[in-house]
């Protein structure tokens, strides 16, 4: 079974400060992880993703994370947040090797970003 | 190109009532699925598909149905509604090792 701890809920940082996003995950085979953006009354859209290679990953809108396998972590970064990054962020993982060609995602319970002015 | 649309983008019902969530994509992808949004939980599976004719149940399938009789629509179906299903329906096309591609959601409110 494969699981995602997303430990910040809300995250307030000011204007043109460095942000970072915790991301932890749980699985007993290799894992593909991803994080969303949601917007308000939106739907979800894709950041970025690591399948595998660089463990650094750079996404839309400035933001990269970074894959840690040791720690299980792929925390999301971005060095200056913009008023426009305000939204709540999604990180999921999945596995390759579920049978069936549907690979699951199984998603966190989203960590709100609040950029303040 | 729409992508992936979902209608209504709001509803109310009664308890016990029923109502299909319209999912239509125009983006040629197999995979289709629903998922519920609900404070502090995330995003769980309800129901997904693999392609038309195969549908299969995810992490929170119970109170719902759904069919997939074309590459294109994935309608959900609440066949007696709840308070509990009170919640966001999004609808996503995708995988796991893919891009998911979302819906705008369906706000649904169950009284």
């Known amino acids: 079974a494969q699981s995602v701890t997303q430990l910040d809920s809300q995250v307030p940082v000011f204007e043109e400060a460095p942000v970072e996003l915790r991301c932890n995950y749980s699985?007993?085979?290799?894992?593909?992880l991803f994080w969303y953006v949601q917007y308000p009354n939106q739907g979800l859209q894709l950041l970025l993703k690591?399948?595998?290679?660089?463990?650094l990953v750079k996404g839309i809108n400035g933001f990269e994370a970074e894959f840690n396998k040791s720690q299980t972590s792929f925390h999301l970064r971005k060095p200056s947040v913009h008023i426009s990054d305000t939204a709540e962020y999604f990180c999921?993982?999945?596995?390759?090797?579920?049978?069936?060609?549907?690979?699951?995602?199984?998603f966190g319970t989203g960590t709100k970003l609040q950029v303040i002015p | 190109n729409a992508g992936v649309t979902q209608t209504p983008k709001f509803q109310v019902l009664k308890t016990g009532q029923s109502m299909t969530l319209q999912c239509a994509q125009d983006?040629?992808?197999?995979?289709m699925s629903w998922y519920r949004q609900d404070p502090g939980m995330g995003l769980r599976l309800i129901h997904y598909?693999?392609?038309?004719?195969?549908?299969d149940q995810g992490e929170v399938p119970n109170g719902y149905n759904v069919s997939r009789s074309t590459t294109e629509d994935f309608p959900l179906r609440l066949l007696s509604a709840a308070p509990s299903q009170t919640s966001v329906y999004f609808c996503?096309?995708?995988?796991?090792?893919?891009?998911?591609?979302f819906g705008q959601g369906t706000r649904l409110t169950v009284v």
């Open positions: 690591y399948l595998s290679g660089s463990t």
């Open positions: 983006m040629n992808h197999e995979y």
């Open positions: 999921a993982v999945s596995s390759p090797w579920n049978s069936g060609g549907y690979q699951k995602v199984t």
């Open positions: 699985s007993s085979v290799s894992v593909y």
């Open positions: 996503a096309t995708g995988t796991g090792v893919t891009e998911a591609f």
């Open positions: 598909s693999v392609g038309a004719g195969i549908t």
